[in-house]
């Protein structure tokens, strides 16, 4: 039926944004990145026990202009803030957070005068990873989570507007109350 | 080298060698497992870290690392708020000890020990970024630990917990991230 019918074998008719998000999605490449002891998960999972080269990870990259999924394995500390957000810049379009463990996602035990209360506040995050340290397995499923959500991007929509965009408010298509800060700590319009 | 040196022989030729050289500036002893260590006065901290080096009896030439108590709010902190701990390690004899000092204020702390070890450089700017004691004489007595925004010296027991309210669903108005609540 149709117009699939007219053409030969071997060629399937998808749409552009099915096919690049299938590509993006099946060679993520993580940024090496583990800030405290939830790394040592991140390292179990990329070992051969968990073996993350199945789900088409097949390495980390030492260097953020080969990485698109930044994995914050760890508690982000108040000195290391400019660190991240400059590597969070360094990296290519387009690219992906993974907020791994509770304290890179709240402050997790170490709510006190050294710690970021949360990654978020300097970087957009997609995916929290509970846990502490989250199991290997929940990191793999944050992972596959992150797949389904990178399914319904669009080629069309600037998933980042700016290398200079700061805020997850700035991103299409989400929404969010609070402001975030710069990493020299003034607050975001 | 002697490995095989006596620790009370050690303890006894350091008591016994300060007292003889500095009298009155040694204020006492104090052993905790085997660990022993001597209170020296304040003012004295300097020339009796370098006699300690110098004397090739002893020859203290390295200085491990250097700590700070707070005894804040305990019922012995009449007796000088802050105590400095000098951890002194002897290669030649295989022997470690303890100087230590106590001290009123953050401000009468004792000379810096820079010129006699070097590493008492960078342990004595992370007493000072940590616990706000002012050794005199430091070259450059700086942040070395904490971020350049802090204020304050965390580990000092009034510093206070700067604990920030976890937002949740239920609390989510209060605990709103503002301009006026920056504590974030
Ligand atoms: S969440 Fe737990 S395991 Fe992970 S960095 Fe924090 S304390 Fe370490």
Redesign the interface.
Known sequence: MGLEEKIPDGIALTTLDAMVNWARKRSVWPLGFGLACCAIEMMSTIASRFDMARFGMEVMRSSPRQADLMIVAGRVSNKMVPVLRRLYDQMPNPKWVISMGACASCGGIFNNYAIKQGVDRVVPVDIYVPGCPPRPEQLIDGILMLYKKIEKESVKRPLITQPNAQTQDERPGEVSGQPHRNPSGELNK | MNLSIDASFMEQSITDFLNNKFPGKVLGDYTYRGQFSLYVTADALYEIALALKEEAALSFDFLVDICSVDHLGKAWESEGRYEIVYTLLSLEHTYRFMLRVKIADHTVAPQSLCDIWHSANWLEREVWDMMGIEFKKHPNLTKIV??D??EGH?LRKD?G????E?QFSHNHDEVL???DNPN?
């Open positions: 904490t971020d925004d802090l965390p510093f917990l700067v604990y920030e976890p991230i503002t301009p974030h």
